[in-house]
């Protein structure tokens, strides 16, 4: 296969050193080091008898300027949100304020211990407090704890609170359903399975809304709750989902709402409002936090009155004295981290909040709904367009004209996007849509990025015609190549290969 | 007050309202709100009361004054259980700010993702050095998840529905193991002994020192669990196993930890990272984002060497493609605080890693004696210990504790509510190799002030 154009690696200049076949394992020499650690001068205590000490330790050697060229030169084969736009749907990878960083870097705070007295805390608790009062108001849910670590866990905090609240009511054994839209995230299903529930998958209507006949039947006293990701994960608002919320509880069960996509609502239409009785929220996504690679996130999970004596501990509550303190609800579900949850991602989302107020969240959700129906609009007859309504914060392309046509697949599109200097969309998921594109362009990225984006899939779509291979061999100007996936699953290697002790 | 957009732009949201103009007349609607009409108009704008926004130095001044009135860095403490103060290398700060790495999320696409992916190898192959395992995943929430989702594995993996935890256990493992098990409907139980497990048990959990600072001799611990056909689960300190026997070496069947204290300051305990590590018979029920590493695929006429990568690998065990029978709900974990644990532990290297653990070790039992030699004051002996010690003093526990933070202190943790005989009345003390001398100092002094009983208030 021949590469298009001129930006491919070609016969002349030097060969690019083959990063990736040299860990840090195999560079440096035995002697060097990075840091040196002071000289204990006291009285020697013995050691441990050696039958509990270590006997070796095979770690890299550098000095503290290799390591750092190392990770450096890592750190230029990875593309962040300040690298460009990252159009990942369902991410919301919006651009992440500095200033948050900065503020999450007071001594003040990362001195914080978390076994501390309360009175030796109260900056951090007084803030986080102010985070969760704000989360309430944004939701409509009254009541919030901080402590899930990702969306994932919120939504098992979620999950087990209905499970608790069901045995109360003395129902838990009969109800054993979860009801999950086939539009949802796999986290869903995961989740409700970890709680111990069976999965009944909801179809899509063909608006894209969920099949009301569907859950009318499938809603009985088997049931323990729905969960629904509103706005939907085709960007499209779930229609009547107040008058689902109702039918939901007179079957007495309860309606959890997976937040991941509240970026396209903040600040005009709540949750509570509509009738959930639970949700979480990823800071991660709407409230601007950086991912970091995969992480920290944070999931905090908003809940109702009804529900409120169960959620996980802990949570903050104000003293007559104006003190802040950490509280175990009544009937908490328990703990879901050792301590008090990702609370320097819970300090940057606060501190975006406070950046915001109502008027700047009112105008997050309207530029990020605006952009992604820029985008739609700019794209419209170039690529299939399954549900095509206008859309809220994201919107679901199909490449199925392009692989019907010209045998080029959706993962080939996005490697392409990837030599026009983009980050791919989110491809294949949700799993209901063919060779599925789900773009969303956040409210923090210009007019002309817009632009410039579906000027690249208009090209690449022209390309898919013209040059196709030059989308099945894609990307070309990338730090690397397509891997070979399939070997790396059948035969892995998944730690470095000491080459002097087992001859690999 | 109108859902529309005010005219000045926030400095977060680049648009115009002449941007907006020519939007929305390319989309063809009249305003931004015709972009809302799905949304039911009964809930439309709601009141929602926050406080007005804050330009940045407003900001700044705001979180600096709320940063202020935690207590002050520079007090001496000496709280630990759990949660340690480390000597952190400078670059491990600089380089996880590097946003190429910050700003990224999960590797979904290798080609522009290399640098988190071969990080995440590096991660994967220290944490296995550390603990004596074959495999591990790239990191999920803390110790304390990771450890309830290494119950998880061992009740799939042996079919059974009962999990043992040995004493001394962090309370927060115990609680959050209880919350995952209440999930899966699996029962608890606290043993003090090895001899009350069965059976009936998936796996015996202990902790790597145990809760109040003394090194376990995992082998016997796991001789006892395999007798009964259970694995051993060890949530082991990482920073602690650069001294000691890696607990794979024991026999521990998965290893966890807790990264976080390697990879910067505490921050009131989060972001964390919990470590998770098996036996490769495992690996196909772990939880979590495993990297694997490859070569370029290779069209026929290309006759260059292929280059080695790295791609998240064995993904049919995850929820977005096994959804309800992941092994797993778990998808973003720790990455950025995995990354910074890599770059401190490959920073101080196997002799730094080694005389840090050392020094902390040197630091500890210096301070311990030093208290144990002062009148009123007793330090029980629990066997070989490593950063943490028990105190009784003169007062009971609390009163000890308060007394020490009328003179700007902060005590040990108090254990006084447990059951061990060790802990009645007593603070679980913690000096580590970031403990300065002077620290150590000014508690001497002030223990035996209290001891002396000339500390009237």
Known sequence: MTAPGSGHESGRGPRREDVGARLSFDRGEPGRRAVDVPNWTGEQTPLPDSQLLRESLRLPELSQGELVRYYTALSARNYGIDSGTYPLGSCTMKYNPKVNDLITGLPGFTDAHPQAREEDVQGTLRTLLELRRGLAEVTGLPHVSLAPAAGAQGELAGVLMITAALEDRGELDSRRRILVPDSAHGTNPATAAMAGYTVTHLPTAEDGSLDRATIERELDETVAGVMVTVPNTLGLWENGIEEVADLIHEAGAYLYADGANLNAIMGRVRYGDLGFDVAHLNLHKSFSTPHGGGGPGSGPVCCSEELAPYLPAPVLQESGDGTVRLVTPERSIGRMQQFHGNVGVLLRAYAYLRALGLDGLRAVSGQAVLNANYLRELLHGHYDLPYDRPVLHEVVFSGSHQRREHDVRTYDIAKRLIDHGFHPPTVYFPLIVPEALMIEPTETEPPEAIEALAEALIAIAEEAASDPDALRGAPWTAPIGRLDETTAARRPVLVWQDPNREGA | ?457
Not at chain 2, 106 to 123: A, K, W
Request: aromatic letters at 6%.
């Open chain 2, 1 to 457: 007050m109108s859902a529309s957009l005010s005219g000045s732009p926030h400095p977060y949201i680049p648009a115009t309202e002449a941007d907006r103009a020519r939007m929305l007349e390319r989309i063809g609607v009249a305003d931004l709100d015709s972009l809302f009409a799905d949304l039911p108009a009964a809930f439309r704008d709601p009141a929602i009361d926050l406080p007005p926004a804050l330009a940045e130095p407003e900001l700044i001044a705001l979180l600096a004054e709320r940063a202020a009135e935690n207590a002050a860095t520079t007090r001496p403490s000496f709280l630990g259980a759990g949660a340690y103060r480390r000597s952190v290398p400078s670059i491990v700060s600089h380089l996880v700010s590097r946003s190429e790495f910050s700003t990224a999320y999960t590797p979904y696409q290798p080609e522009i993702s290399q640098g988190t992916l071969q990080s995440g190898f590096e991660f994967q192959s220290v944490v296995c050095e550390l603990t004596g395992m074959d495999v591990a995943n790239v990191g999920l929430y803390d110790v304390a998840s990771a450890t309830a989702e290494a119950c998880l594995l061992a009740v799939r993996h042996t079919k059974r529905r009962a999990l043992a935890l040995f004493e001394p256990i962090h309370p927060g493992t115990v609680d959050v193991v209880k919350t995952y098990a209440r999930g899966a409907g699996l029962r608890v139980d606290i043993l003090t002994s090895v001899d009350a497990l069965s059976d009936e048990h998936a796996c015996l959990v202990v902790q790597q020192p145990d809760f109040l600072g003394a090194i376990q001799d995992l082998e016997p611990l796991a001789d006892a669990a395999h007798d009964q056909g259970a694995l051993l689960v060890a949530a082991a300190d990482p920073f602690a196993l650069g001294l000691l026997r890696p607990p794979g070496d024991a026999g521990a069947d998965i290893v966890t930890g807790e990264g976080r204290d390697l990879a910067g300051a505490p921050a009131f305990g989060g972001p964390s990272l919990g470590l998770f590590a098996a036996r490769s018979p495992y690996l196909r029920q772990m939880p979590g984002r495993i990297v694997g590493r490859t070569k370029e695929l290779q069209s026929p006429d290309d006759a260059r060497e292929p280059r080695t990568g790295y791609v998240l690998t064995l993904q049919a065990r995850e929820q977005f493609i096994r959804r309800e029978r992941a092994t797993s709900n778990v998808s973003t974990a720790q990455a950025l605080i995995a990354l910074g644990f890599t770059i401190a532990v490959q920073a101080l290297g196997p002799s730094g890693l080694r005389e840090s653990a050392q020094l902390c070790y040197q630091r500890a039992h210096d301070a311990a004696k030093r208290i144990a030699a002062l009148d009123g004051y007793e330090v029980p002996e629990r066997g070989p210990w490593f950063q943490e010690f028990l105190v009784r003093g003169p007062l009971p526990a609390a009163e000890l504790a308060s007394r020490l933070a009328a003179r700007s202190i902060t005590a040990g943790f108090d254990v006084s509510d447990r059951s061990e005989p060790e802990t009645g009345e007593a603070l679980l003390f913690c000096v580590t190799e970031a403990t300065p001398d002077a620290h150590v100092d000014t508690l001497v002094e002030a223990l035996t002030a209290i001891g002396d009983d000339g500390d009237e208030e």
